[in-house]
């Protein structure tokens, strides 16, 4: 498995290219950094098997790595213990908090592997690290430049996100390239969003549906790092450039980086789920949420599954859930035609 990592490479080597000669440094050492760990987790698994844990409910430990890239650093946190002077800290151990009370409540679920896996953070990793990212084990943090990039521990959907990539490697094992990489970072904006909403209880039309909303600062002229309401329109900045994301087949991007444009394809399944949710109506984690929870578990979903083979999964188990004419199997179905995939 490899790092999976919140800010796209593309941001980061627009800072490189465009950005203050002082955070320049900063982007090539993130760029750096997510490459190194994408080398040393090539062969490790995600999590431990289901039976290597006994369910045992929230199991939260936050480490501090004190600027450095040590992992995992100190104790600075432990599960029922009283809050931090630190906001970082508090913020990590709540949003592995909401994640994992999303994941019981909706879905039943125990942690990522659904085994009771304990939940670890380390914050403070580095100095001015412009990312988050799941490495296999835990959960990683930096505070960001102060520049373009607040703390990572700041929104609530990134660590919804992050800790859902350890379900998807749990659960479907996506090989993170091309399309089956794509979905892999759809699914996690997906529920990294429906984590968001449940917190809030929101309906589905009173989502903001952003992904990152506050990671950016008043410097970048954007609002979020992406959009799955209107993909390509979370930013448009002089130095970050302008967001990437297509919302139709129509407009996929070929390339060969980021692993053949994971971060950027994936606005298309991700402007699916958003026009099925928003067609339901209520709110989304009870039912577009379980449509595609299901898919993602389906024995049928292959690991280098295509848009238009997981989107053919999703009505098939909308109609196992909700009846083969039924309102829920429409919405579905009229989402994925909207972005150019008939099933």
């Known amino acids: 498995m490899c790092i999976r990592s919140i800010i796209p490479p593309h941001?980061?080597?627009?800072?490189?290219?465009?950005?203050?000669?002082?955070?320049?440094?900063?982007?090539?050492?993130?760029?750096?950094?997510?490459?190194?760990?994408?080398?040393?987790?090539?062969?490790?698994?995600?999590?431990?098997?289901?039976?290597?844990?006994?369910?045992?409910?929230?199991?939260?430990?936050?480490?501090?790595?004190?600027?450095?890239?040590?992992?995992?650093?100190?104790?600075?946190?432990?599960?029922?213990?009283?809050?931090?002077?630190?906001?970082?800290?508090?913020?990590?151990?709540?949003?592995?908090?909401g994640t994992y009370d999303f994941y019981a409540a909706v879905f039943g679920r125990d942690s990522i592997d659904d085994a009771g896996l304990p939940l670890d953070a380390t914050?403070?990793?580095?100095?001015?690290?412009?990312?988050?990212?799941?490495?296999?084990?835990?959960?990683?943090?930096?505070?960001?430049?102060?520049?373009?990039?607040?703390?990572?521990?700041i929104a609530l959907d990134v660590i919804g996100h992050e800790l859902t990539h350890g379900v998807t490697e749990d659960e479907a094992g996506l090989v993170y390239t091309a399309q089956s990489g794509a979905l892999n970072e759809s699914i996690s904006d997906v529920f990294g969003s429906l984590v968001k909403q449940y917190r809030r209880k929101q309906k589905a039309k009173d989502a903001d549906w952003l992904i990152g909303k506050g990671l950016f600062t008043k410097n970048v002229a954007g609002v979020a790092l992406r959009s799955m309401k209107a993909p390509g329109t979370a930013y448009d900045d002089p130095v970050l450039g302008k967001d990437p994301q297509p919302a139709h087949m129509k407009k996929f991007v070929h390339t060969m980086q980021d692993n053949?444009?994971?971060?950027?394809?994936?606005?298309?399944?991700?402007?699916?789920?958003?026009?099925?949710?928003?067609a339901d109506g209520g709110y989304a984690w009870e039912k577009m949420g379980r449509v595609w929870y299901e898919t993602l578990r389906d024995s049928r979903l292959k690991r280098t599954t295509s848009f238009q083979r997981f989107a053919g999964l999703t009505v098939l188990n909308a109609q196992r859930l909700f009846g083969a004419t039924g309102d829920e199997v429409k919405a579905v179905r009229d989402a994925w035609g909207q972005v150019g995939i008939v099933v």
């Open 260 to 278: 053949g444009g994971v971060h950027i394809n994936s606005g298309i399944p991700n402007h699916a789920f958003y026009l099925a949710a928003d």
């Open 123 to 153: 914050v403070h990793f580095g100095r001015g690290y412009d990312n988050a990212f799941w490495n296999g084990e835990q959960m990683v943090f930096g505070d960001g430049d102060g520049e373009y990039f607040n703390r990572f521990t």
């Open 11 to 97: 941001i980061l080597r627009a800072i490189a290219e465009r950005g203050a000669p002082k955070l320049r440094s900063a982007a090539l050492s993130a760029l750096a950094v997510d490459g190194t760990f994408r080398l040393m987790r090539a062969s490790v698994t995600a999590a431990p098997s289901r039976a290597s844990l006994a369910a045992a409910g929230r199991r939260r430990t936050i480490y501090d790595t004190r600027g450095t890239q040590r992992l995992p650093g100190t104790v600075v946190r432990r599960e029922g213990e009283g809050s931090s002077k630190d906001p970082a800290v508090n913020e990590a151990y709540n949003g592995l908090g």
